[in-house]
């Protein structure tokens, strides 16, 4: 269909075709509440494949992506892929609000692969195609990321009239700073991961982590359960005493959606939790570690997105390209003197990674699990088993 328009809260309007789900009408937006299942913040992903992984992942809740690789729905779907995590089977599998794409293909498929546009038509999610992505990147990276919204105009154009109701619309949507999108994923019940002796590698049997699900993406569980770490998942609203009755060897903190500074429960959780067992947290969870040992976060101008984006560690100088997926960072200038700044992005020097330096405390901004991306920097769970190893020997 040509009807099909993405419209920014700026008023910019993008003309594209539609694939999976129908967008809403316009006409359908005229009511007072906006439908808030449809519009969300705009951000682009410069990863050249993992499409099914990036929209399945929890971290992108409340967003459209933006794909800037031309080429997307090459090679299918398949749930094998899904991110999404250990979630009840009632939520949907993508998480994204939308999916904005330069070159939609419609081809034949390997055998058992289900289409992109198939999946997100069950998903109830819409997208885009035909769109001048490098035009919209271009205006998301100088002017920032903004909100957005997949319309479906009355006819083949679609009217100033029109335009203005979705802008009024748009208004009505929060902006990400401010949010706290919890609800939205993660577990609602405790869950036991078990996972066989591995022999190879039992020296880590021993070892019993507890996850709080923030929204986590399901190849951080798998990357423990590769090491043969007992799993215990938690929902992210897990209070102090029911950690603690777990007796855990340390307490990891996923990945999620949403601004990391509203998240009081959390952060207070996470101050009771420091010096009483070792803490690890990937990317929202970092943030959360930050600001409970009295760090700041910011929003970024247009964030982190995509599998190609450079870390320079700074204990050994050594750099790596990572995945990454996030809108929000922490203020190096805020961190406490004992904790060092143990990743730093090359391209804007942000804060990419932090090490107390007296405590079991570590976290990474970026993703360590891939799932889409490089795998350098997998070696990270090693080093944090190791830290909580060590800390229980002393």
Known sequence: MNSTFLILSDGSVYPGTSFGS???????????????????????????????????????????????????????????????????????????????????????????????????????????????????????????SRNGIIVQAASGTISDKEVETVIECLKLQPEMAGQNLLGDVGITEIREISQPLDTDNNNNTSLHFVLLDCGIKANIVREFEKRNIKITLLPSDTNYEKIISFSPDALMISNGPGDPAVLYKQIELLKKCIGKMPLFGICLGHQLISLALGAETYKMKFGHHGGNHPVRDEYTGKVCVTSQNHGFAVDAKTLPKDVDIWFTNTNDNSVEGISHTKLPIMSVQFHPEAAPGPMDANWIFDSYISRVRSHLNT
């Open 22 to 144: 129908p967008a809403v009408s316009v006409s359908q937006l005229s009511t007072p509440n906006i439908d808030h299942q449809s519009a969300g913040e705009v951000v682009f992903n410069t990863s050249m494949t993992g499409y099914h992984e990036i929209i399945t992942d929890p971290s992108y809740t409340g967003q459209l992506v933006l794909m800037t690789y031309p080429h997307i729905g090459n090679y299918g779907t398949d749930s094998l892929w899904n991110e999404s995590g250990p979630e009840p089977g009632t939520r949907k599998a993508i998480k994204v609000k939308g999916l904005i794409v330069r070159d939609y293909y419609a081809g034949p498929l390997p055998p058992g692969r289900e289409s992109l546009h198939q999946f997100m038509t069950e998903n109830g999610i819409p997208g885009i195609s035909g769109i001048d992505t490098r035009k919209l990147t271009l205006s998301l990276r100088d002017e920032g």
